[in-house]
Nanobody, 126 residues
Framework: VQLQASGGGLVQAGGSLRLSCIVSGRIFSNYGMGWFRQAPGKEREFVAAISWSGSSRYYEDSVQGRFTISRGNAKDTVYLQMNSLKPEDTAVYFC????????????????????WGQGTQVTVSS
């Protein structure tokens, strides 16, 4: 299984970025997906998740209303659209695949995800 994240970069506060994560080696449409982030010196934290069907989405409070998670099953890809970026959004962003097929709803803890991408750096300047 391989997850390849891309789309990070340097952006000014208030700007936007769109992260993508392509999944190979598993039946993408059967699994929920999540995005996490890790800033220097901090633990990895949940950002957003989407269920296998796309019908359920959940966001961390600080990104609610600014970030949107979506999935394109035809392309085996999960996206994270990030708008109104703030300096505190600076981190390495990781995509991850739920370990459970056809899980109802979404999960927000790292232990529920068993495959991870390599991360993509997002830097927001003030």
């Amino acid at each position: 299984v391989q997850l390849q994240a891309s789309g990070g970069g340097l952006v000014q506060a208030g700007g936007s970025l769109r992260l993508s994560c392509i999944v190979s080696g598993r039946i993408f449409s059967n699994y929920g997906m999540g995005w996490f982030r890790q800033a220097p010196g901090k633990e990895r934290e949940f950002v957003a998740a989407i269920s296998w069907s796309g019908s359920s989405r959940y966001y961390e409070d600080s990104v609610q209303g600014r970030f949107t998670i979506s999935r394109g099953n035809a392309k085996d890809t999960v996206y994270l659209q990030m708008n109104s970026l703030k300096p505190e959004d600076t981190a390495v962003y990781f995509c991850a695949a739920d370990q459970r097929r056809f899980r109802p709803g979404v999960v927000v803890t790292t232990r529920e995800y068993d495959d991870w991408g390599q991360g993509t750096q997002v830097t927001v300047s003030s």
